[in-house]
């Protein structure tokens, strides 16, 4: 049973416009939502995450946007640089961030220069 | 660099052989977790230790089994491996482990790809 889905393997992105990866979940005990980045042979890096108190939370070209009512969260890169070009799990938890990660199967994005 | 460290990088071994997979935290972190990633697959969470207990488990195999030591490195143990349990394995570390806490973020290691043949 897969509780977090990224439905899209993979996204090309032009440098300089909006890279946007979705993440849907099923879980409703799932209360906080993190983005992970990862490139080749090194670990995932955490990049921004969103308590479900909130809707959208902001840091630098990177903001993500949580919809409750429909278990949807996105992330939003703008403007896309060759540097996130990368593969981007989304991830979630329960009781505030210390349990288990469940993550998503991952989203790969290339940005062209 | 994470500041978590995982040995070897690399494994390869045949079937049916056991293996052991070595974790260091980053200094001052009590919790350990483990992921396994499979091929196109996002990371399975196996099993968690906070400061040398274990805390959490996930869809971790019979044959597997883990510690954390008294000074918090951790090990992951695979016995009678299957070709199946090819697949990169993650330690992650975050300051601690407890409910209701606040979010702590979990750093996480290189990993190792282990290769069954």
């Known amino acids: 049973d897969q509780q977090v889905k990224q439905n899209s393997p993979s996204l090309s992105v032009q440098e300089g416009r909006i890279s946007i990866l979705n993440c849907d979940y099923t879980n409703s005990m799932f209360d906080y939502f993190l983005w992970y980045k990862k490139y080749p042979a090194e670990g995932p890096t955490f990049l921004i995450s969103?308590?479900?108190?909130?809707d959208k939370n902001e840091d630098g070209r990177f903001t993500v946007f949580l919809n409750k009512s429909a278990k949807h969260l996105s992330l939003h890169i703008v403007p896309s640089q060759p540097g996130d070009s990368a593969v981007y799990f989304c991830a979630a938890t329960t009781n505030f961030g210390n349990e288990k990660l469940t993550f998503g199967t991952g989203t790969r994005l290339t940005i062209i220069p | 660099d994470s500041g978590v460290t995982q040995t070897p990088k690399h494994l390869i071994t045949a079937t049916g052989q056991r293996v052991t997979l070595r974790c260091s935290p980053r200094?001052?972190?009590?919790?350990v977790y483990w992921y396994q990633q499979s091929l196109d697959q996002g990371l399975q969470f196996l099993i968690q230790y906070y400061n040398g207990e274990e805390r959490a488990k996930g869809n971790i195999l019979e044959r597997f089994s883990a510690q954390q030591f008294p000074d918090l490195h951790s090990e992951l143990n695979l016995s009678s491996l299957e070709l199946g349990d090819s697949a990169l394995y993650f330690c992650?570390?975050?300051?601690?482990?407890?409910?209701?806490?606040?979010?702590?973020?979990?750093?996480f290691g290189p990993g190792t790809r282990l290769t069954v043949l």
């Open positions: 200094s001052g972190d009590l919790s």
């Open positions: 992650a570390s975050s300051v601690v482990g407890r409910r209701g806490s606040g979010y702590n973020e979990q750093f």
């Open positions: 969103i308590s479900s108190i909130k």
